[in-house]
């Protein structure tokens, strides 16, 4: 499974980005995904997860501002992110269940076998 993670940028804060995963294999729907960020010196963190069954888990922090979904007619996993903090800004990456049909919380790095490459995201205050 490889993973193509995009639509990062800098923005204000108070704006809004939607990241997109694209995967490469057509069976991309029996697998989870989950959010990841990474800030410039800080270990990279869990930011949200949906599960092949379209269960959803975020962040506590997170909660209410940001959104993940799926396609999976388009083998995409996105993240919606609303009104951003420049304490969002970090690495986005996006990484694929080590496990099919794997319909539980996941919110540790080695749960996951599959990473894409990133996405920068800068908030600006």
């Known amino acids: 499974v490889q993973l193509q993670a995009s639509g990062g940028g800098l923005v204000q804060a108070g704006d809004s980005l939607r990241l997109s995963c694209a995967a490469s294999?057509?069976?991309?729907?029996?697998?989870?995904v989950g959010w990841f960020r990474q800030a410039p010196g800080k270990e990279r963190e869990f930011v949200a997860r949906?599960?092949?069954?379209?269960?959803?888990y975020y962040a506590d922090s997170l909660k209410g501002r940001f959104t993940i979904s799926r396609d999976n007619t388009k083998n995409t996993v996105y993240l919606q992110m609303n009104s951003l903090k420049p304490e969002d800004t970090a690495v986005y990456y996006c990484?694929?269940?080590?496990?099919?049909?794997?319909?539980?919380?996941?919110?540790?790095?080695?749960?996951?076998?599959?990473w894409g490459q990133g996405t920068q995201v800068t908030v600006s205050s």
């Open positions: 990484a694929a269940d080590r496990s099919r049909y794997y319909g539980g919380s996941l919110s540790y790095l080695e749960g996951y076998a599959y």
């Open positions: 949906i599960t092949y069954s379209d269960g959803t």
């Open positions: 294999v057509r069976t991309f729907s029996i697998y989870g």
